[in-house]
DNA sequence: GATAGCGGTTTACCGAAGGATACCGGTGTG
DNA sequence: CACACCGGTATCCTTCGGTAAACCGCTATC
């Protein structure tokens, strides 16, 4: 643990520069948490709307196109069905987010664990720190 | 690679859960990027407003309150100095979110290089799913 | 004395994100 | 027939995220 992170300028512009392009796709409110509910397997409009607690069908409709344009979904309609049946897949991009994932979740998860028992995890002993450098940012 | 993720529709709703905790707190445009200039050593107000290119002094206060008051990082007055010195510094509790920055970034970082050649990287190839299950969501 | 930097706060304003509700044509169910 | 489910769309409205700009006391510099 402790995992190393940047601490040259150079480093720390570029790790900021990665993160804001990730956030751009993946910002807001639902995108993420559709996304996690198709990580169990393709979904049905309503079966989605319904797992996305308090989504709106406009929302989930507008997060879902705009999902599928950067091609981490898949849309997928069967019209022999009886109604029209329309999947939403986690497609083979949208798979690679999975660290992301797992990494939000493990910490969302941890941090309700923070929040309810305090006392038992602030013992994380404060490293110590280079001198407020005086970086020409 | 290919991480195992959430099957079940229990671990799919936890799983959920705890990524809307943790966006709950980490939400919206700014406050990734703010911690993530922040792995770098601690900062001042205005060192800080120019690595986060484009934030308002408005908006920086705004989110650093909330980090402040969420625990994600320390702020630090020195009287003494000649024109009193504010610097913000990632707290413990912030470095946890490291494995979080770090997916982001790497995310991130990938991601623009598949925007520049999406060719040489489309070959991941589909896996096989469970079929659409009738979950009762 | 004028100007600039620091660390912000305040005011005014705007547009986009998001929410509520109704509605559509189609099908199947009682 | 009435009703509900499906996959959305349309409309209206509110909230909030965010911007611009001025301003504050203080200090150092020209």
Same mark, same amino acid.
């Given at each position: 643990?402790?995992?190393?992170?940047?601490?040259?300028?150079?480093?720390?512009?570029?790790?900021?520069?990665?993160?804001?392009?990730?956030?751009?796709?993946?910002?807001?409110?639902?995108?993420?948490?559709?996304?996690?509910?198709?990580?169990?397997?393709?979904?049905?409009?309503?079966?989605?709307?319904?797992?996305?607690?308090?989504?709106?069908?406009?929302?989930?409709?507008?997060?879902?196109?705009?999902?599928?344009?950067?091609?981490?979904?898949?849309?997928?309609?069967?019209?022999?069905?009886?109604?029209?049946?329309?999947?939403? &897949? %986690?497609? $083979?991009?949208?798979?690679?987010?999975? !660290?992301?994932? /797992? #990494? =939000?979740?493990?910490?969302?998860?941890?941090?309700?664990?923070?929040?309810?028992?305090?006392? &038992? %995890?602030? $013992?994380?002993?404060?490293?110590?720190? !280079?001198?407020? /450098? #005086? =970086?020409?940012?």
């Amino acid at each position: 643990m402790h995992s190393t992170q940047p601490r040259t300028p150079q480093e720390c512009n570029a790790s900021m520069r990665s993160v804001r392009d990730a956030l751009d796709l993946l910002g807001g409110k639902w995108k993420l948490p559709i996304i996690v509910g198709l990580t169990g397997g393709p979904r049905r409009f309503k079966q989605l709307q319904r797992e996305v607690a308090g989504i709106t069908a406009k929302m989930l409709s507008k997060e879902l196109k705009e999902l599928e344009i950067n091609g981490l979904i898949t849309r997928h309609v069967q019209a022999d069905a009886a109604p029209v049946a329309v999947t939403y &897949t %986690l497609a $083979a991009y949208g798979r690679t987010l999975y !660290p992301v994932i /797992e #990494a =939000l979740r493990s910490w969302g998860q941890q941090h309700r664990r923070h929040i309810m028992h305090p006392e &038992t %995890l602030e $013992a994380a002993a404060e490293a110590e720190w !280079p001198e407020p /450098e #005086a =970086l020409s940012a």
